[in-house]
T-cell receptor
Framework: GQQVMQIPQYQHVQEGEDFTTYCNSS?????IQWYKQRPGGHPVFLIQ?????EVKKQKRLTFQFGEAKKNSSLHITATQTTDVGTYFC???????????FGKGTLLTVNP | GAVVSQHPSRVICKSGTSVKIECRSL??????MFWYRQFPKQSLMLMAT?????????EQGVEKDKFLINHASLTLSTLTVTSAHPEDSSFYIC??????????????FGPGTRLLVL
């Protein structure tokens, strides 16, 4: 499967600060998806990136896919306490679009 | 749209018993369903992929005789943990892919089932 490294593993910020998590692969990815899992909850789909150099925004969230399609990032501007959770990147592949989850970045926000 | 349910949400059982977990796609037809296991503070690990009407494909290291998967219809898949032991205690999550309508790379996750084996 397609392995990805996700950093950092943990990030604690003050409310209002920015946050970024990075996802890196040694191989070229066909696409990458991002999920958010709140504590005690299940993963919720955020976005899928497919094109080289793609940038997508969802309100305060900005997702990027690298030019070489080997890395991706999620940036949150001015974090809020509702942003707390673990953010996973996951490339998909194969005939069944199987997902391979990164280890995730746990974000905690101090109000 | 694209809602996936799981039942039960939480189960406690004695060691040696079998536990069945159901995963249903409520408003779409799921040609493919996936079963994951997540230990505390860890990532999701894919256990198996099941396509409706065919045998499940298990990931390396997952015992097919211990984790029985049935995907008998386009809206229902079941995972049975046979002869459960304390080390099987975990959070089991299913997801479903809508391969009928196309654009099927997105997986919709169920709320998960917390299994505790005593």
């Amino acid at each position: 499967g397609q392995q990805v490294m996700q950093i950092p593993q943990y990030q604690h910020v003050q409310e209002g600060e920015d946050f970024t998590t990075y996802c890196n692969s040694s191989t070229t990815l066909s696409n990458i998806q991002w999920y958010k899992q709140r504590p005690g909850g299940h993963p919720v789909f955020l976005i899928q990136l497919v094109k080289s150099g793609e940038v997508k925004k969802q309100k305060r969230l900005t997702f990027q896919f690298g030019e070489a399609k080997k890395n991706s990032s999620l940036h949150i501007t001015a974090t809020q306490t509702t942003d707390v959770g673990t953010y996973f990147c996951a490339p998909s592949g194969g005939s069944n679009y199987k997902l391979t989850f990164g280890k995730g970045t746990l974000l905690t926000v101090n109000p | 749209g694209a809602v996936v349910s799981q039942h039960p949400s939480r189960v406690i059982c004695k060691s040696g018993t079998s536990v069945k977990i159901e995963c249903r796609s409520l408003d779409f037809q799921a040609t493919t369903m996936f079963w994951y296991r997540q230990f505390p503070k860890q990532s999701l690990m894919l256990m198996a992929t099941s396509n409706e009407g065919s045998k499940a494909t298990y990931e390396q290291g997952v015992e097919k005789d211990k984790f029985l998967i049935n995907h008998a219809s386009l809206t229902l898949s079941t995972l049975t943990v046979t002869s459960a032991h304390p080390e099987d205690s975990s959070f089991y999550i299913c997801s479903a892919r809508d391969g009928v309508r196309g654009g099927g790379e997105t997986q919709y996750f169920g709320p998960g089932t917390r299994l505790l084996v005593l």
